[in-house]
Every structure is written in structure tokens, then in C-alpha cells.
């Protein structure tokens, strides 16, 4: 029996039968889902203008050392060159991820490719998208006034599922007990995740930047007393080629597990806010005019120039919306090194 961290990380890293690193699961249009990183180019060209303002910000550093972490097939770095910002002739792009097939599919023309965070000696910028919530996290339910944790048993589906008196139960956690026990629903206990791989994952991404560097995530998620007011099938979910999947103990690598991240049990970020309001704060309402612009003005001509101006336009509309990608966070932290 292996506790659901476990058996999670086996799920989706096994080297032999797991999700990613057996290459059944990838980012794209054609994978198991769509990335604002694998929407279109817009979105990373709004991360260069970040990255621009950085650079200059540290002063223009050569090399800049950016990395992102939990790269899939490198669709980052190809939007990041396609962008062309001001750092370009700096950058030292380092892609890192922990799959193998993730890792064939890296253009090393474009940057290092690098199997975990431990091998970078250190970065002034690193970004993440979608990595947090792929991370193990431990599952704990409030029955009977007490906190038991799930664990995975041998069997197949549902039934795999043991509940054991959970022995550590963090602060965050135990300090929902007392509102959630007076209103807790007997055929609905309250569960959480908790998601210790992310906050230390945080924090070792933070000690690899240099002074005054930053750490960029983006992904889905809430506080974790929201979290428990939802069912456990609202926050820790299953996909499959662009559709939900089924239980999380069914057809074991086969299928993404992802969790809503509980963000208040990450190290306190410099800024939190949905991702609309954080691409607009970069100018993607700018770009998107500019698109506007060349569209009307080029439309008849039907070049390609047109085609990825009348794009930008649907692009921001999905980084946008305010009931998807928009509704995101950005959450952004310095390094562990700040005076
Ligand atoms: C949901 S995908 C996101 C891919 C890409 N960032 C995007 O936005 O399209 C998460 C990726 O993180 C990788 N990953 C998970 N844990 C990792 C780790 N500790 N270090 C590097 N990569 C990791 C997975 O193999 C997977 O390719």
C-alpha cells in the first residue's frame, strides 16, 4: 500500500508506465490538453515583453539564464525566439523536463534541454506553466473528527482506495477544522489536497535564482479552505485526449491526475493575480489591436502576416476568458537569496 503522493508520481513519472514519462501524455492539439503555451504564439510573446523588462531590470545580463521548468516539447521556447525580444541575443534558454519523450521533441538549436532543476546551476528568470499542479500531492479526509489520509491498496478502480489516521497534518490544514466540523455534510466529509512537492518545488526553483531574479508560475488553483468546500472530484481530476478522464485509481498511467493548486500553502508569492489581469498588465490588449490592424489592412491579400494577425485576435480570446485560461494565476517570487 503507497500513500496517494506515491501513487500519484508513479502514475504520471513511472519511467516505464507513467503518463508523461512513458509518452502517452502531452501538451497540444493533438495530446490530452491545450496550454496557453499550446493556444498560439501570443502568449509567449506577452511573456517575452516580462522577460525584456527583467533583463533590463537586472542590467541586461549576457548571459540571461531563463529556464522553464516543466517544458513538455519545448513549444515555449519556439514562441519565445518567434517573438524576438530585446534579450534574444543574450538568452541562455534552458528547457527542463522530467520526461524522456518531453525531452526528444526539445529544438536544441533554441536552448539547453535538462532532465530536473538539480542540473541548473542557477537562472535569473524561471518559468512554469502548468507544472504545479502535475506535482504528487497527499489527499486528506476529516471523518469522525479526525484527519485520515488516502492511501492506494492493490485491485483495480475505486475500491483501491484505504483511509489511515493521517500522521502529519499540516497548519494550513488543521486550522479549517474548527469552522469545517460545524458545518461539515456526514455523506460529504471535507477533503483537501496538500500539496507538499509544489511548495518545496517553490522553494527549490527559488534558491536557484540569482539576486534579484524572479520565479514565474502559472496554473489553476485556490486557497485551501475553498478547496474543501468542493467535492475532491472538483479539484484533484483526470484527463485523456482533451476529455475528462476517469477515477484517479482506474487505468493507472493511462491518464493526466492533476490537482487545483492550494496556493496559500505555497511559500507567499511577491504577486498573485488571475492570469487576464497579469497579460493585460503586459500589454496583450496592445498586441491584439496591432493584430486587428494588420488584419484590416491585410485581410485581402490572405498572406501570412494576416493569418497570424487575425489569430492573435482568437488567441486572446481564449488567454483571456474569464471562465478558462483567464481565471488562471500568475503568481510570481523572488529568489530565496534577497537581502
Ligand atoms: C501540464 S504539462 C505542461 C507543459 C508546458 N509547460 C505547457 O504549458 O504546455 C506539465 C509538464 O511538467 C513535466 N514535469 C513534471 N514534474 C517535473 C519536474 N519536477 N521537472 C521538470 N518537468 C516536470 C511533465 O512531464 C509535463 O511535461
Not at 502568449?43 to 516543466?70: C, E, I, K, T, Y
Not at 528568470?125 to 476529516?142: G, K, P, S, Y
Not at 518545488?201 to 531574479?213: H, N, T
Not at 489591436?289 to 480570446?317: H, M, N, P, T, Y
Request: proline share 7%; with cysteine.
Amino acid at each position: 500500500m503507497v500513500s496517494f503522493e506515491a501513487y500519484m508520481d508513479a502514475c504520471l513519472y513511472d519511467p516505464e508506465h507513467g503518463f508523461y514519462a512513458s509518452g502517452v501524455g502531452m501538451a497540444g492539439r493533438r495530446g490530452d490538453f491545450l496550454t496557453s503555451v499550446e493556444v498560439g504564439p501570443l502568449f509567449g510573446a506577452v511573456v517575452a515583453r516580462w522577460l525584456d523588462f527583467h533583463w533590463d531590470r537586472l542590467g541586461q545580463p549576457d548571459p540571461f539564464v531563463v529556464a522553464d521548468v516543466g517544458a513538455g516539447p519545448g513549444t515555449f521556447a519556439r514562441e519565445l525566439h518567434a517573438a524576438r525580444p530585446r534579450c534574444i541575443e543574450a538568452l541562455d534558454l534552458v528547457l527542463i523536463e522530467r520526461s524522456p519523450s518531453g525531452r526528444s521533441l526539445h529544438d536544441r538549436t533554441l536552448g539547453r534541454s535538462l532532465v530536473d532543476l538539480d542540473a541548473l546551476e542557477c537562472a535569473h528568470v524561471i518559468f512554469a506553466n502548468e507544472l504545479l499542479d502535475n506535482l504528487a500531492v497527499r489527499v486528506l479526509q476529516r471523518h469522525r473528527g479526525q484527519w485520515l489520509e488516502v492511501f492506494v491498496g492493490p485491485g483495480e478502480g475505486p475500491s483501491r482506495q484505504r483511509l489511515l489516521p493521517a500522521s502529519d497534518v499540516p497548519a494550513v490544514v488543521t486550522a479549517l477544522t474548527a469552522p469545517l466540523v460545524g458545518n461539515a455534510q456526514e455523506d460529504h466529509p471535507p477533503s483537501v489536497p496538500v500539496a507538499r512537492c509544489a511548495a518545496e518545488w517553490v522553494d527549490a526553483a527559488r534558491a536557484k535564482l540569482v539576486e534579484g531574479g524572479r520565479l514565474l508560475a502559472f496554473d489553476y488553483g485556490a486557497d485551501t479552505a475553498e478547496l474543501a468546500w468542493r467535492a475532491p472530484t472538483a479539484w484533484l481530476r483526470t484527463f485523456r485526449q482533451h476529455q475528462p478522464g476517469t477515477s484517479p485509481f482506474e487505468s493507472p498511467g493511462q491518464q493526466d491526475i492533476t490537482c487545483d493548486v492550494p496556493l496559500d500553502q505555497l511559500p507567499p508569492p511577491l504577486s498573485r493575480m488571475r492570469q487576464a489581469d497579469w497579460l493585460r498588465h503586459w500589454g496583450i490588449e496592445a498586441m491584439v489591436e496591432e493584430g486587428r490592424k494588420i488584419w484590416s489592412e491585410r485581410a485581402a491579400l490572405g498572406d501570412l502576416a494576416s493569418i497570424r494577425a487575425r489569430s492573435r485576435v482568437r488567441e486572446a480570446d481564449a488567454l483571456l476568458d474569464p471562465n478558462g485560461l483567464g481565471w488562471f494565476w500568475a503568481l510570481e517570487w523572488d529568489g530565496l537569496a534577497e537581502p
